[in-house]
């Protein structure tokens, strides 16, 4: 039930954000420093001093080139993917199809813009993501894949593994009310170890999407046509009876004759909002 999956999804981020938290407290520092954010170039002590010698401050940000000059050789060089036909039902045709759908969501996305502010988080802190998002069309049911930039890398926990992700979102409570106004408010236990990674402060809490792998079960078969004298005709055909949505009886049914038969991993992916 919504307990027990926000329970998981608690120990889950948790566990994930104490494994890693070093990590993000040195990428915090770097790009601080990159950035020479309230005078991060300095050492702390140092500025102390001169503060109290009444000396100034005064900072050469020497090192945001460097950053610059990488991001522009990754955008002047920018990696793309290419679609390959690459098995019996491949195709070059739907291939071409395929890829040119692909650059027409990165035009639709202004994906220059998103790759390269992921590229810039990349190397000045060590991470940097965007995400592909799917909306529903004004003028019909269609949906439609957009890529979308992640202004804020350390929004972004990933499981290593590839099992579970969130993604933050920080408002503050009455923001929350104007978004969520069906949501029920329940007492928070404001004692467990958790409760800052939910509830920064008094007047803004975290809303995280939450995004897991759940296994399900299914079936791949490969069968061939029989033919009316009772021989087997024409080449073998792959089913996955769960997605396809047929059953053994129904494939025998109209007229296939199971060859082989497996039981291989499978994956769905669910996406949830939630607080604390």
Excluded at 206 to 218: C, D, G, L, M
Aim: net charge negative.
């Amino acid at each position: 039930d919504d307990l027990e999956l926000i329970l998981e999804a608690q120990k889950r981020f948790n566990r994930l954000r104490s494994q890693d938290q070093h990590n993000i407290d040195q990428s915090k520092i770097n790009v601080r420093f990159v950035y020479d954010i309230d005078g991060a170039q300095w050492d702390e002590e140092d500025r102390k001093q001169r503060k109290i010698d009444g000396r100034a401050c005064l900072t050469s940000n020497q090192v945001e080139k460097h950053v610059n000059s990488i991001v522009n050789a990754e955008r002047d060089q920018r990696i793309a993917g290419h679609v390959r036909p690459v098995d019996s039902e491949g195709d070059v045709e739907i291939a071409a199809i395929i890829a040119g759908i692909i650059r027409q969501i990165e035009h639709a996305s202004d994906a220059e813009v998103v790759y390269t502010n992921g590229g810039e988080q990349a190397v000045a802190g060590g991470t940097g993501y965007w995400r592909i998002k799917s909306e529903i069309r004004d003028d019909s049911f269609d949906q439609e894949l957009f890529l979308v930039k992640i202004n804020n890398q350390f929004s972004v926990t990933l499981d290593p593994e590839g099992m579970f992700a969130f993604i933050d979102e920080r408002i503050t409570k009455e923001e929350f009310k104007y978004k969520y106004p069906d949501a029920e408010e329940e007492n928070v236990d404001t004692s467990v170890d958790y409760y800052t990674e939910w509830y920064p402060d008094e007047d803004s809490l975290y809303v995280r999407e939450y995004f897991y792998k759940e296994r399900v079960k299914t079936t791949i078969v490969q069968a061939r046509k029989v033919d009316p004298s009772g021989q087997l005709s024409g080449d073998a055909k792959i089913f996955d009876l769960r997605k396809e949505e047929i059953t053994e009886e129904q494939l025998v049914e109209q007229g296939w004759t199971i060859e082989k038969k497996k039981d291989p991993k499978r994956f769905v992916v669910k996406q949830v909002k939630i607080t604390g």
